[in-house]
């Protein structure tokens, strides 16, 4: 141990009077003055309990809202099971996508979130690994648009809350087939336990996605649907119209039936 550790060793153990200083407590001080710089992307990652993950979720959302419930849900974890540079990340700067990013509704946050943490540990500017990375926060979102969600249920719920198919990875569009559904009303508390569910539910899923990756074991199971598929073909790059870029379900905003499709 050089002098300079011992030095600053000596005024951590005097200010917390003396007491034993743990291997996890001294790494977490000197990781980033033994580290010159921040690692590049992606960072380690270390499979991750899910049931711990959506816990900590669905504390998290009712502590900063749903993208900073997923976001710390996933890093809060690699914080205690990594440590470094997990440590240096401030986890509540995801509070601003909060109800589809300060309230407008557009993005869902849990999925913002998710996402965020899913490409610090696997994507990168490196061609090959962005598209890995890619590939896995779209099978997340497909899973969102097609499941019934939220799947998982939080070990103290407030409610007992019933899911829903939302098609759409949007806030705006997820809470209302849900508030149909069920009738509750969009500012109900209810509303509000159930994307607490929603979030673990999402940080659980982007967790068991990386945990296959580690295990070569991911594989996409929620493909485009043959509707998205269609309306691409036409729409999307290469179409004859080409006026739009979409993986999203195309039937969640357009042609509803009120509406003719030319």
């Known amino acids: 141990m050089n002098r300079a550790r011992r030095d600053v060793l000596k005024i951590v153990a005097a200010t917390v009077g003396g007491a034993a200083i743990g291997p996890a407590f001294s790494r977490n001080i000197f990781a980033a003055k033994e580290q010159e710089k921040i690692p590049e992307m992606p960072w380690a ?61 557009t993005l869902c946050g849990a999925l913002n979130g998710a996402a965020a943490a899913m490409f610090l540990v696997t994507g990168a500017f490196e061609e090959k690994k962005k598209a890995e990375a890619f590939e896995m926060i779209r099978e997340l979102f497909n899973w969102y648009e097609q499941e019934a969600l939220p799947n998982y ?90 006026n739009s870029r979409t993986t999203m379900d195309c039937g969640g905003c357009h042609f509803t039936g009120k509406a003719k499709h030319p």
């Open 45 to 105: 990652y270390k499979k991750l309990d899910p049931i711990a993950v959506a816990e900590r979720a669905y504390h998290g959302y009712y502590k900063g809202g749903c993208c900073y419930g997923a976001f710390e849900g996933i890093i809060g974890e690699l914080k205690k099971e990594v440590g470094y540079p997990y440590i240096l990340i401030p986890t509540e700067m995801f509070i601003f996508g909060e109800g589809g990013v300060a309230g407008t509704s």
């Open 153 to 242: 249920r939080p070990m103290s719920p407030k409610f007992e809350i019933k899911p829903s198919v939302s098609k759409s990875p949007l806030c705006h569009v997820s809470v209302t087939r849900w508030c149909k559904m069920t009738g509750y009303k969009s500012f109900s508390k209810e509303r509000s336990e159930r994307c607490g569910w929603l979030t673990a539910s999402t940080a659980k899923y982007a967790v068991e996605l990386l945990n296959r990756k580690v295990d070569a074991s991911f594989k996409a199971v929620h493909p485009l649907s043959a509707e998205v598929k269609s309306c691409r073909s036409c729409h999307d790059k290469g179409g004859e119209l080409e």
